[in-house]
């Protein structure tokens, strides 16, 4: 019988960066292991690196500690970054005037999937044996 494939998601929504700059690096690790990946991540020297990192390992952490997966058959298999809500901000140009622009934020969404931790059968219990009284 195949083992069954479980999918666990983790989802980081208003990072401060944009999301063509925090694409770049997710494209990176895209349809990897969850371990090779956070060692890639922990190399490449981009500010994007830090979020993507940091949203692979609390997906790593829900397969684990919520749904009881094994963490070395974790493999990522969505790892999608879109845009979030932009704030319109103002730069003080000259003679008065305000010139538009827009801070930029971005979702990541990382799903991994893996199979269940195979179940330890509980222990025997020994036979109760009798005290001695004495």
Do not use: C, W
């Amino acid at each position: 019988m195949a083992e069954q494939v479980y999918t666990v998601r983790a989802v980081a929504k208003g990072v401060d960066q944009t999301p063509r700059k925090v694409s770049l690096v997710a494209s990176l690790v895209r349809n990897r292991t969850v371990a090779d990946a956070l060692v890639i991540l922990e190399h490449v020297p981009k500010r994007a690196a830090l979020p993507v990192k940091k949203v692979i390992e609390s997906a790593r952490a829900n397969a684990t500690n919520n749904h009881g997966l094994d963490a070395k058959s974790l493999q990522i298999t969505t790892l999608s970054v879109t845009t979030g809500p932009r704030l319109r901000r103002f730069k003080p140009a000259s003679r008065g005037r305000a010139l538009p622009f827009e801070k930029k934020t971005s979702h990541i969404l990382v799903e991994v999937s893996g199979v269940e931790k195979p179940k330890k059968k509980p222990a025997a219990k020994p036979a109760a044996d009798k005290k001695e009284e004495k």
